[in-house]
Structures are given as structure tokens and as C-alpha cells.
């Protein structure tokens, strides 16, 4: 699985997005640590985006810029893990190629396909 690490520009970019949909009672920071820890782990990731409201990160955004999201179908474990580790209540991939939005939540094992401008 190769993904290609998008520009820097490009995650700026959707910053931008997601801090205008939101508002000010949302703070979305760009390649941002979010930790777990329980009584004998601490994990961390880090991640494109993070939201938060009342300082508390709730979302992780990843960008991939690739033109096909074939692998989050094929294996979503891979991809969700990462937000479960760290104890977020979602989770997005954004492919930027293709332009595709995909969300996980909390307690599931696979992702759904969103169109960012309806829901937020």
C-alpha cells in the first residue's frame, strides 16, 4: 500500500475548510499529537488535521492524495485503528484525488462515505 503524503499546502487548505464550515467553537490544528494513556500504555498518533471543541480532540483527519481509495475498502482495520488507539470518537480520510470523504465513528469497524459540504 503506497500513499502519497500530500503538501503541506494542501492540508492547509482543508484546514481552512473545515475551520470556516465549523465556526469559532471548533479549533482545527494541522499535524497535531493526540494521546490515549490507561494504567499501564500511553499511546500517541499524530494526525493531518485535529479537531476540537472545548479543547478536547474528538476528530483525527488524515489527507492521502492518492486517486483511488481502494485500501480503506479492502482493509479498513488499517485505517481506523489509528483513531481507535487514541480513543477519538471519529475518524476522517480525505483522498484527495478523488475528493472523498470518508468517516468512522467510534465502535464500528468500517467507514461511510460523506459529502463534507452536506454535513457540515
Given amino acids: 500500500m503506497s500513499l502519497i503524503i500530500p503538501e503541506t499546502?494542501?492540508?492547509?487548505?482543508?484546514?481552512?475548510?473545515?475551520?470556516e464550515a465549523l465556526g469559532d467553537d471548533y479549533q482545527v490544528?494541522?499535524?497535531?499529537?493526540?494521546?490515549?494513556?490507561?494504567?499501564?500504555?500511553?499511546?500517541?498518533?499524530?494526525?493531518d488535521l485535529v479537531i476540537f471543541k472545548n479543547n478536547i480532540p474528538f476528530v483525527g483527519v488524515e489527507?492521502?492524495?492518492v486517486a483511488s481509495s481502494i485500501h480503506?475498502?479492502?482493509?479498513?482495520?488499517?485505517?481506523?485503528?489509528k483513531f481507535q488507539?487514541?480513543?477519538?470518537?471519529?475518524?476522517?480520510?480525505?483522498f484527495g484525488k478523488e475528493n472523498q470523504f470518508y468517516l468512522w465513528s467510534e465502535?464500528?469497524?468500517?467507514?461511510?462515505?460523506?459529502?463534507?459540504?452536506?454535513?457540515i
Fill in 9 to 19: 499546502e494542501d492540508i492547509e487548505k482543508l484546514q481552512k475548510q473545515f475551520s
Fill in 29 to 47: 490544528e494541522m499535524y497535531t499529537e493526540v494521546s490515549s494513556s490507561s494504567f499501564f500504555l500511553t499511546k500517541k498518533n499524530v494526525f
Fill in 63 to 65: 489527507y492521502k492524495d
Fill in 72 to 81: 480503506i475498502r479492502l482493509k479498513p482495520e488499517w485505517f481506523y485503528s
Fill in 85 to 94: 488507539e487514541v480513543n477519538l470518537k471519529y475518524g476522517i480520510y480525505y
Fill in 107 to 119: 465502535g464500528k469497524y468500517s467507514f461511510q462515505v460523506f459529502d463534507f459540504a452536506s454535513v
